[in-house]
């Protein structure tokens, strides 16, 4: 049986252990192949039924004593996120703000705890609220902020930074280091362990942005030796959208760091509404203020799925998904004018793959106009298609590439006349 029948994707899905969790998720379009989960994972139909609930027996009911047991709640669901997608022990992640909030935070705090270090470092194919921020902190402290190129051709295999090309810029003068897990249009998985030990040989601190990363692959925080990082929750971890983001930091670091932002909700004795700050020894003494209780739910319920089918088998499911994908693509797609811009090799990559073609843009649209097909386009040349393990059957990613070949070989793309939506 070759990757290009129809029946092979039948195959894996027979086998496939995750299968039954499809129908957990409102889908009302069965023809449309969404491959689109790394940017907006579906809704778990339970999370329908603890909204209402919490709407309405919580809000509704309880008005403001509701307070007295949602106060912790980032906490809680931190534990959930901690315990089902990063590897992480109790007391360590709060759910909360957005990943962009959370990331200025943890940048603040990293550069405090190492005074007199004026330099900071990322790479040029980073997500953009991230080198945003950075630049905007860089300018104002008058810090030397290092991108290291990796999109420019030659300068890094598919945009994957590696100790290698770090070390260079590495120096005792390093406050921090940032990248993301997964890179978010080239899909490279960077090496989180080697990176955070090479950083610390320097005595800096490196700050893992996951977003692409949290809920396709096993992270392992604790064992790895991370020590910060942020992401979202509304990709594959299907939580909805504008849901609360994470953050992590591990407790051999908790007490040496202070956020930029020290709201009340940090403060060890909140209720006391004292003159001064003091800061919490928990993880409670990252957390700004209130969180969305509503956001919090959504989470527990789509994370409390993850965690049953277990990360391990979500993160198998991305590899034989992503494994399939390329062999669709050497099949069908290198002859059509795509290029593979993701590793061919499994421990490089993620949930999702990036194919780079000069028409990409007009591509995408036909896609979603002509063959039902939901992917999304990054500038300035890529397609990114994901598998997302609880809501994709693998027929329907093979299906997908089968639409997407035909919009091509045919040319039908090329009778797109819209620019499609403002959001690609
Ligand atoms: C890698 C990465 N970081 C940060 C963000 C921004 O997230 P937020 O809008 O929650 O701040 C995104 C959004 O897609 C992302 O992909």
């Excluded at 080198?131 to 902190?137: A, F, K, S």
């Excluded at 062999?327 to 993620?350: I, P, Q």
């Excluded at 300035?380 to 093979?398: G, H």
């Amino acid at each position: 049986m070759t990757v290009t029948e129809r029946e092979f994707a039948l195959n894996l899905d027979a086998e496939d252990p995750l299968a039954r969790y499809k129908d957990q998720f409102v889908n009302t379009d069965p023809n449309m192949c969404y491959l689109d989960g790394n940017s907006l994972g579906r809704l778990p139909k339970k999370t329908v039924e603890v909204v209402n609930n919490y709407l309405l027996n919580e809000w509704g009911a309880e008005v403001v004593g509701g307070w007295g047991h949602w106060i912790d709640e980032a906490q809680a669901t931190g534990d959930l996120i901690g315990r089902a997608v990063l590897g992480a022990g109790a007391g360590q992640v709060l759910a909360c703000d957005t990943t962009s909030v959370n990331f200025y935070q943890l940048v603040g705090a990293a550069i405090a705890a190492r005074p007199g270090r004026k330099t900071i470092i990322t790479d040029a194919a980073n997500f953009p609220t991230d080198r945003y921020i950075l630049q905007g902190v860089a300018d104002r402290m008058g810090l030397n902020l290092i991108i290291i190129d990796n999109e420019s051709p030659g300068s890094a295999e598919c945009e994957r930074i590696t100790p290698e090309i770090l070390e260079p810029y590495l120096s005792t003068d390093v406050a921090f280091v940032t990248f993301e897990v997964i890179q978010y249009r080239s899909g490279a998985r960077t090496d989180i362990k080697a990176i955070t030990e090479l950083v610390r040989k320097y005595g800096g601190l490196t700050i893992w942005d996951a977003s692409h990363a949290a809920g396709a692959i096993e992270l392992n925080f604790d064992d790895n030796g991370v020590d910060l990082a942020v992401g979202c929750t509304y990709k594959y971890g299907n939580s909805g959208p504008g849901s609360p983001a994470w953050l992590y930091v591990n407790k051999k670091v908790q007490n040496s760091l202070q956020v930029s932002i020290q709201g009340w909700f940090a403060q060890a004795d909140q209720f006391e509404m004292g003159p001064t700050f003091e800061k919490d020894n928990s993880i409670r003494g990252f957390q700004i203020a209130s969180p969305s209780i509503v956001g919090l739910r959504c989470i527990n319920t789509a994370f409390g799925m993850i965690e049953e089918a277990t990360i391990s088998a979500i993160a198998k499911k991305c590899a034989t998904g992503t494994q399939m994908m390329i062999g669709l693509y050497d099949a069908w797609l290198a002859e059509l004018g795509f290029t593979l811009n993701t590793s061919r090799e499994v421990l490089e990559r993620g949930g999702h793959i990036s194919l780079v073609h000069p028409d990409a843009k007009r591509i995408a649209v036909a896609l979603r106009e002509f063959a039902n097909v939901i992917p999304d386009y990054r500038t300035p040349n890529s397609i990114r298609l994901a598998i997302s393990p609880l809501t994709n059957s693998y027929v329907e990613i093979w299906d997908g590439f089968q639409r997407l070949r035909d919009l091509v070989a045919t040319r039908q793309y090329e009778k797109v006349t819209t620019e499609g939506s403002r959001v690609t």
